[in-house]
Structures are given as structure tokens and as C-alpha cells.
């Protein structure tokens, strides 16, 4: 028996195809490079500005590649939930990283649609990062700010 998209965007209820997808995107998680790059946004990236971004992963970087790989799988998984390919309960049940990524190029986002003359960078991981925001606020209203709060500080580095 097939499975369609419609009927994935009808469904209320997660099923054995969410759990199966879900499952694919965490084992993607753990590909080594996605892993690095996953590391090192969360814990070094920083960019308030356009220019922040830019020297921060210059084209043609490690660290270009690295943000590009970072916001692209999130992007594409944004894609998935959005159109109801993966329940957005359990999703958002069981990451929240996607909306960190989100956080960080919020600031850097219009830029870089403008210039791009591109208004769909990032669209999707957006469009989830507020639906996300407005789960959070009827669940653990004030988690999202204290993680905020934690964040503006800088993550802590790594300890040799």
C-alpha cells in the first residue's frame, strides 16, 4: 500500500513512516563531517551582523562548508516537518537544535535573502523555528528566553 504526501499533511497522529523518518535524520546527524560542523556552530558560531557571518566562514572556508552543511540538513529536515512528511509533535519532541541553528542566523538571514535576491534562504527552517516557538510557549513558556539568556554569553569552549 502506498503513502502519500496528502495523506501525511491530513494525519494528526505520528506514525511508523514519522518514527522511520526521524530516525534516518538522526542517523545522518552522526556522519562525521555533519557532526563537526554541527559542533562547531553550536559551540563557535556567533554572528549578530551579515559581516559577522561572513568573517566567520569566508567562502571558500572549513568553515564555510561547515555552516553551509550545519543549515542545509536543517533546512532540509525543516522541509520534511513542514510538509507533514514527519508529525511536528514528535519532532519537536525530540530535537529543539534545529531552532538554536535558527536563533544564531536569524540577525543574517534578510542580508543574505537580499542579496541572494532569494527570499526563500532558510524559508523552511524558519517557518518551523516559529512554529516551534509558539509549541515551546504553551509547553515551558520561558525555556526558549533562559536558553537565550544562556546563549548571548557565548558556549563554553572546549578544554585541552
Not at 549578530?48 to 550545519?70: C, H, I, V, W
Not at 518551523?128 to 548571548?152: G, N
Request: aromatic share 12%.
Amino acid at each position: 500500500m502506498g503513502y502519500c504526501r496528502e495523506e501525511a499533511v491530513k494525519k494528526e497522529h505520528p506514525d511508523n513512516y514519522d518514527a522511520e523518518l526521524l530516525l534516518r535524520l538522526y542517523d545522518l546527524r552522526r556522519e562525521a563531517k555533519l557532526r563537526k560542523g554541527r559542533e562547531w556552530f553550536t559551540r563557535e558560531f556567533q554572528a549578530k551582523t551579515f559581516e559577522d557571518y561572513l568573517a566567520q566562514a569566508p567562502m571558500g572556508s572549513e568553515n564555510s562548508a561547515l555552516f553551509r552543511m550545519t543549515i542545509g540538513y536543517w533546512d532540509m529536515a525543516a522541509s520534511l516537518v513542514n510538509h507533514g512528511l514527519i508529525n511536528e509533535d514528535l519532532f519537536f519532541e525530540n530535537t529543539g537544535e534545529f531552532w538554536l541553528v535558527w536563533d544564531k542566523v536569524r540577525n543574517v538571514a534578510p542580508t543574505l535573502r537580499e542579496r541572494n535576491k532569494n527570499p526563500m534562504v532558510w524559508k523552511n527552517l524558519e517557518t518551523l523555528a516559529e512554529k516551534y516557538e509558539q509549541w515551546m510557549a504553551k509547553r515551558a513558556p520561558e525555556a526558549l528566553d533562559s536558553l537565550r539568556k544562556r546563549l548571548a554569553g557565548g558556549a563554553p569552549k572546549k578544554t585541552e
